[in-house]
Structure formats: structure tokens, C-alpha cells
């Protein structure tokens, strides 16, 4: 059974810095696309960060120059390093997995196939 399990949310003060993980497992997502996607009451699903396999990211404007993507395909993890918090990013985060696409990297929902339960942040102002 493949799961996906988010952890390392909480709440922070605006300005402050948070480090989300997400460990995966049942089977390796060493060649596939992983990515952070958050959700806030009463908004849609939306993209954060996604990390192809071999590296490469993308970043929400919103969290450009803030956040940070890593992944350690050895470990099958993936973790977001967010730094100065702000109380628009408070939402529940969660970590999402590509089943099988090498050369697909996607920012939209709809491109993954695994997704864990999710991890609330919370920024106070």
C-alpha cells in the first residue's frame, strides 16, 4: 500500500520559519515528480513547489524566494523549507506524488496520482 505521510506543520508567528517532510512509502517515487500543494477554508487546492527527479523545481510566485523544495530519493522522502512565514500561507499542506511520469513535471492537482493526508500550518499576524 502506498502511502504518503506529511509532518512538521504548526503554528508559527509571522516572519517565522517552518520545515514540512513527507515520507513516502510502499514504493519508490525516485523517477516521478513531487510536489507541496496547499489548501486554505473555502479556497481550492493550489499549487506550491514541485521537485522533478533529478532536481529540478518550480515555485508558486507566491512563495518564490521564500520556500524551498528538496527531495532525497534514497530515502524517498520530500521535504519544504518555508521561511518568513506570513499569515496568507496559513493553510492545511499537503504532499503529492506522480505514479509515473519521468519528463512530466505539473503544477495542477490533477498531474498526481498519490497525495498524503495533509499537515495544518498556522501564522499568527
Known amino acids: 500500500q502506498v502511502q504518503l505521510a506529511e509532518s512538521g506543520g504548526g503554528l508559527v508567528q509571522a516572519g517565522g520559519s517552518l520545515r514540512l517532510s513527507c515520507a513516502a512509502s510502499g514504493r519508490s517515487f525516485s523517477t516521478t515528480a513531487m510536489g507541496w500543494f496547499r489548501q486554505a477554508p473555502g479556497k481550492e487546492r493550489e499549487f506550491v513547489a514541485v521537485i522533478s527527479w533529478n532536481g529540478g523545481t518550480r515555485y508558486a510566485d507566491s512563495v518564490k524566494g521564500r520556500f524551498t523544495i528538496s527531495r532525497d530519493n534514497a530515502r524517498n522522502t520530500v521535504d519544504l523549507q518555508m521561511h518568513s512565514l506570513k499569515p496568507e500561507d496559513a493553510a492545511v499542506y499537503f504532499c503529492?506524488?506522480?505514479?509515473?511520469?519521468?519528463?512530466?513535471?505539473?503544477?495542477?492537482?490533477?498531474?498526481?496520482?498519490?497525495w498524503g493526508q495533509g499537515t495544518q500550518v498556522t501564522v499568527s499576524s
Open positions: 503529492a506524488a506522480d505514479s509515473h511520469r519521468t519528463w512530466v513535471v505539473s503544477i495542477t492537482p490533477g498531474g498526481y496520482e498519490y
